[in-house]
């Protein structure tokens, strides 16, 4: 068996330290770098689109230099390179962040309107390029956060810059989550299940009275009684439905594209 003496030991350790410090991993150039050059470079990184990059530098910035302008414009920044890298989970926590330790902050209306961008789809609204996934299982969630932090933003500063383009999401969103409603009521009254489409027709019409999905959800009403026989409710719910929609496209069969009305989205 090999025998090592204290002295040589103590020769290896050295130089097993000596070698790890000058591994090239090891070496940070930017170690002297100030605030004002680790912002410009990372914000080179970002016009590149090499946002992982950026977010290293932004967060070393930060980290040496934890006051002052450039450290809250570096959270900001974080925050959007982790929404243009497609990592909204990441985008909405360093927008709750940042709001949480600057919410007086000039831009705290920016974080507001991005964590709502984070969580918009279009695809949300079900109004387009759907897929073959079943309309009542698609979640809502997403869009109704959207919706309240938008909220937030037009609340708080209805005077922003980013207000009027919040409203207009929202605005979005809410036909979107009546549309999935819909969505919902006519996937049971296809499958037969007449009391759960009604129920969410009503909800449909409570909760939206105002969103252009209410005409197919008193459609599902009237449909949805008749198969039950329920004559009084569905001529009630027909003099509605021709009182606020009197040239329906439903009373003509629905929207004309050779499939039931039930699969017309």
């Not at 940042?98 to 831009?107: A, M, S, V």
């Not at 049971?188 to 999905?213: D, L």
Request: proline share 5%; charged share 20%.
């Amino acid at each position: 068996m090999a025998r090592f003496t204290l002295g040589s030991l103590a020769v290896i350790g050295a130089l097993l330290l000596g070698g790890c410090g000058l591994l090239p991993e090891q070496i940070d150039e930017t170690a002297g770098w100030n605030a004002q050059k680790l912002y410009s470079e990372a914000k080179n990184y970002m016009a590149d689109g090499s946002y992982e990059q950026a977010i290293k530098l932004f967060e070393k910035l930060e980290a040496r230099f934890p006051y002052g302008r450039y450290a809250q414009q570096a959270q900001i920044e974080v925050a959007y390179a982790h929404y243009k890298s497609y990592e909204p989970a990441l985008a909405i926590a360093a927008a709750d962040r940042f709001i949480k330790l600057h919410p007086n902050h000039p831009n705290a209306d920016y974080m507001y309107y991005l964590k709502g961008l984070a969580t918009f789809n279009e695809d949300l609204g079900l109004l387009a390029g759907l897929s073959n996934q079943d309309l009542s299982e698609r979640d809502p969630k997403a869009a109704q956060e959207s919706f309240d932090t938008f909220g937030q933003l037009v609340n708080r500063f209805p005077n922003s810059r980013y207000a009027e383009d919040a409203r207009q999401r929202m605005q979005y969103l809410v036909n979107s989550l009546a549309q999935h409603e819909v969505h919902v009521a006519r996937y049971y009254y296809k499958r037969g299940a007449y009391v759960a489409a009604i129920n969410r027709a009503q909800a449909t019409i409570k909760t939206y009275p105002n969103a252009p999905a209410t005409e197919e959800a008193l459609f599902v009403l009237v449909k949805s009684y008749d198969a039950l026989g329920m004559g009084d409710l569905r001529d009630d719910a027909e003099r509605v439905m021709r009182k606020n929609f009197p040239n329906s496209v439903y009373y003509a069969g629905g929207p004309k594209d050779g499939r039931p009305w039930w699969q017309l989205w």
